[in-house]
């Protein structure tokens, strides 16, 4: 029964962790940690104002599965799926229209910036022969696009890559314009999946 009640209690800690931070500009934003019972996956899901940005860890081996799936060869495959892919859906369930530009949001690592390996990164770097046009299509289509505008009810969702190996930690600087007033915000200790959960 003890045990029970502590797994329990951790299994509750692990779902939903609320984290309140201020952002320049705005009253504050909240942040839910999860961790799902049966995939042991983290997800990150920020909200403001009625938008929101769900984030959710892909095993590699999820990735290289779907990449080969379309006919990226497996040593292709590989370096692709070590990039550091979430699952990502955008929802705008507020009252103001939602501008983004992935090429604006940043990836911060010990106070180092670089940018996210977006649709444009990935069309320039697979321009092989080797590689059938229609995986590289299928990639294209799979990301999220890199700008986009959402009205109050539009949503959509894509894969993002953040270009680190397996198991990093990093922080994610986002920058969105919500009926026309440019927000900045980060999210904090995002892990990218490792190669295996424990």
Same mark, same amino acid.
């Given at each position: 029964?003890?045990?029970?009640?502590?797994?329990?209690?951790?299994?509750?800690?692990?779902?939903?962790?609320?984290?309140?931070?201020?952002?320049?500009?705005?009253?504050? =934003? =909240?942040?839910?940690? #999860?961790?799902?019972?049966?995939?042991?996956?983290?997800?990150?899901?920020?909200?403001?104002?009625?938008?929101?940005?769900?984030?959710?860890?892909?095993?590699?081996?999820?990735?290289?599965?779907?990449?080969?799936?379309?006919?990226?060869? =497996?040593?292709?495959?590989?370096?692709?799926?070590?990039?550091?892919?979430?699952?990502?859906?955008?929802?705008?369930?507020?009252?103001?229209?939602?501008?983004?530009?992935?090429?604006?949001?940043?990836?911060?690592?010990?106070?180092?910036?670089?940018?996210?390996?977006?649709? #444009?990164?990935?069309?320039?770097?697979?321009?092989?022969?080797?590689?059938?046009?229609? =995986?590289?299509?299928?990639?294209?289509?799979?990301?999220?696009?890199?700008?986009?505008?959402? #009205?109050?009810?539009?949503?959509?969702?894509?894969?993002?890559?953040?270009?680190?190996?397996?198991?990093?930690?990093?922080?994610?600087?986002?920058?969105?314009?919500?009926?026309? #007033?440019?927000?900045?915000?980060?999210?904090?200790?995002?892990?990218?999946?490792?190669?295996?959960?424990?």
């Amino acid at each position: 029964m003890i045990l029970w009640k502590a797994a329990a209690e951790m299994r509750l800690a692990n779902l939903v962790f609320l984290l309140w931070f201020g952002w320049a500009g705005s009253t504050g =934003a =909240a942040l839910s940690v #999860e961790t799902g019972e049966s995939s042991g996956l983290r997800t990150w899901v920020w909200s403001h104002e009625g938008v929101s940005l769900r984030l959710v860890q892909r095993l590699p081996d999820q990735t290289r599965a779907y990449m080969q799936g379309r006919g990226f060869p =497996a040593a292709v495959a590989d370096q692709i799926a070590t990039s550091c892919f979430f699952g990502s859906m955008f929802r705008n369930d507020g009252t103001l229209p939602l501008d983004f530009d992935l090429k604006t949001w940043e990836v911060v690592q010990k106070d180092q910036r670089t940018g996210m390996f977006v649709r #444009e990164y990935w069309k320039k770097r697979l321009q092989r022969n080797e590689i059938p046009k229609a =995986a590289r299509i299928a990639l294209n289509w799979s990301l999220m696009p890199t700008q986009q505008h959402f #009205e109050p009810g539009d949503y959509n969702w894509g894969m993002t890559v953040y270009g680190l190996p397996p198991g990093e930690h990093f922080d994610l600087h986002l920058k969105i314009r919500l009926g026309g #007033e440019m927000l900045e915000a980060t999210i904090p200790d995002l892990q990218c999946a490792p190669e295996q959960l424990n």
